[in-house]
T-cell receptor, first 111, second 111 residues
Framework: DTEVTQTPKHLVMGMTNKKSLKCEQH?????MYWYKQKAKKPPELMFVYSYEKLSINESVPSRFSPECPNSSLLNLHLHALQPEDSALYLC??????????FGPGTRLTVL | GEDVEQSLFLSVREGDSSVINCTYTDSSSTYLYWYKQEPGAGLQLLTYIFSNMDMKQDQRLTVLLNKKDKHLSLRIADTQTGDSAIYFC???????????FGGGTRLMVKP
């Protein structure tokens, strides 16, 4: 299995909702990532879990919180989001030092 | 921070070669990557080159690296309409975790 899967594919939520994005890989990779991508822009790194250790882009607001239940799964919990958080959220995984494989993304719209 | 830059747009005719260019500032980059993104999709890893190489060929793709000038290029031979997409170059930092992306080049292939 050489895929990174993400669910849901699309999500529409209000500013008071709590939702979660899910990401899964079965390639034995020990690093997993969340990126945010706005239209016509490159992906911006939000979080990295590498060997269960979390690294954070300090510009990411606290209304986003990652969770790594095990080395194959990565969740992104969303709470009290703003309309400007609407974007494509991409998950990726890699070996410790190597190419990152991306999932298809979750298209998030915040109303 | 470190920068990766690309031209915004390239238009070619079907059957011609396409050359997409990228410049970067981080001299400690270990690997450099080319990703392809089609509309509404995630990023697909096309190819990569290790920083001690100057060329890599993979079927229709040729990557050239000029480490002295910090210049990377991707040549697509016999470009097809299915190659129309946004192409991102990215470099991997010395620690092996952080990818820095260029702004992306939109390739349009005319029949």
């Amino acid at each position: 299995d050489t895929e990174v899967t993400q669910t849901p594919k699309h999500l529409v939520m209000g500013m008071t909702n709590k939702k979660s994005l899910k990401c899964e890989q079965h390639m034995g990779h020990r690093a997993m990532y969340w990126y945010k991508q706005k239209a016509k822009k490159p992906p911006e790194l939000m979080f990295v879990y590498s060997y269960e250790k979390l690294s954070i882009n300090e510009s990411v607001p606290s209304r986003f919180s990652p969770e790594c239940p095990n080395s194959s799964l990565l969740n992104l919990h969303l709470h009290a989001l703003q309309p400007e958080d609407s974007a494509l959220y991409l998950c990726a995984s890699s070996q410790k030092q190597g190419e990152q494989f991306f999932g298809p993304g979750t298209r998030l719209t915040v109303l | 921070g470190e920068d990766v830059e690309q031209s915004l747009f390239l238009s070619v005719r079907e059957g011609d070669s396409s050359v997409i260019n990228c410049t970067y500032t981080d001299s400690s980059s270990t690997y450099l990557y080319w990703y392809k993104q089609e509309p509404g999709a995630g990023l697909q890893l096309l190819t990569y080159i290790f920083s001690n190489m100057d060329m890599k060929q993979d079927q229709r793709l040729t990557v050239l690296l000029n480490k002295k000038d910090k210049h990377l290029s991707l040549r697509i031979a016999d470009t097809q309409t299915g190659d129309s997409a946004i192409y991102f170059c990215a470099n991997l930092d010395n620690a092996g975790n952080m990818l820095t992306f260029g702004g992306g080049t939109r390739l349009m292939v005319k029949p």
